[in-house]
């Protein structure tokens, strides 16, 4: 489970730029739910995210991942146990790197390299079949440098390589924002699968409605840092894509716009 308990988050404090953002704010996420977040720009979504992962700190709170208290857990150790496939295809995979490069880097996560060959040759087979049941050609293109993949398949090698060590949490920073409305469903369908496969605690922050109805088993609407919207189960299932954007035009139309 990962909890964020009484948080406070202000930017820029003591200045005319002040913005507090979260207020005695606390979200419980279930082991193996896959949890969609929406928003409009400014709602909190990312920096929700940010401060899971450590990116950001908090004024006040605590955040505990199973049990144990992280809060001033520094973010390099975060990731030894949260994966995290970013809007921008680039973030993810090094476009200097080999996908077998940089699939070696991911195997090795959290481990050290210490001075021996960065690639273990005899994990080559596991890669190949790793990255064969995607349908993408990846196996066959190993030697290929990242950096001449399209972004549908940097972005679907990132999510592979996000996941391939044990996880206790997958985020999903608008991890299809980038991509054509094709490798889009492409690219959700494997992360579905994935996320379904490896029975993963997943948290995705989308601006695409319909992927955050279709999608996932719980979905939470965030405005001024606040959650305005929290559905699971059946009441999840039966939310519709107009359902959301009913909710995003009054909140509009209460803030004048």
Known sequence: MFEVRHIDKTYSPGTVQQTCLFSDFSLAIQPRSFVSVVGSNGSGKTSLLNILCGSIGVDQGTILMNGEDITHLKEFRRYRRIGRVYQNPALGTCPSMTILENLAMAD????????????????????????????????????????MLSGGQ????????????????????????????????????LTDQVVREKKLTTLMVTHNLRHAVEYGDRILMMHQGQIVLDKDGEEKKALQVDDLLGLFNSISIECGN
């Open 108 to 147: 090795n996560k959290g481990h050290s390299f210490n001075l021996h060959p960065g690639v273990n040759r005899k994990r080559i087979s596991a890669y190949r079949d790793l990255l064969s049941p995607l349908g993408l050609g990846l196996e066959d293109k190993l030697s290929v440098p990242v950096g």
């Open 154 to 189: 940097r972005q679907v090698l990132a999510l592979v390589m996000a996941t391939m060590t044990p996880l206790d949490f997958l985020i999903l920073d608008e991890h299809t924002a980038a991509l054509d409305p094709k490798t889009a469903e492409t690219v959700m369908h």
